[in-house]
């Protein structure tokens, strides 16, 4: 399952938001109240997922997607192609019911690292209540600074 067409993406599309969704249960987020999960697809068909983890100390809290790249990258040593990512977020049990949630700046940076590391524009999907924003990730953060530029 090495590529997929827009196509058989977009059959996923609705699968791995559920799979945020679900991930967003698992947040430790007592002080925002804010829930984000995170699924990302690789091309072998694995769905990795994370969830936000907080922190007393703020700037040592996780986002959803960083725990779910942190994965991908400590399992095996090297990543694999990333096709699509989806993000939800919302009041505790209810994901996907607020304002669109996109991955913040940090987190598309620590995408990016895993798609160029794969040679991949993985599309992001990002849930809410106005509906699903969809986007490449090269939209997202456009002329990134990655692996590439320290060869």
């Known amino acids: 399952m090495s590529e997929m067409t827009d196509s058989e993406l977009a059959d996923r599309r609705e699968s791995l938001l559920e799979s945020a969704r679900e991930a967003a249960g698992g947040a430790y987020a007592p002080y925002s109240k804010f829930h984000v999960g995170a699924a990302l697809l690789m091309a072998d068909g694995t769905v990795v997922t994370g969830a936000n ?21 400590s399992a095996k040593g090297e990543a694999r192609q990333l096709l699509a990512v989806a993000v939800t977020g919302g009041a505790p049990g209810a994901p996907g019911q607020g304002m669109t949630v996109t991955p913040c700046g940090r987190c598309r940076q620590m995408l990016n690292e895993v798609a160029q590391l794969g040679g991949t524009d993985p599309v992001v999907w990002s849930d809410g209540a106005q509906g699903i924003l969809e986007e490449r990730l090269s939209t997202l953060i456009p002329h990134a600074f990655g692996p590439a530029n320290l060869a």
């Not at 007393?56 to 790249?69: F, H, I, K, P």
């Open 53 to 73: 983890v907080e922190n007393a100390s703020y700037g040592l809290s996780l986002c959803a997607e960083t725990v779910a790249v942190a994965k991908i990258l």
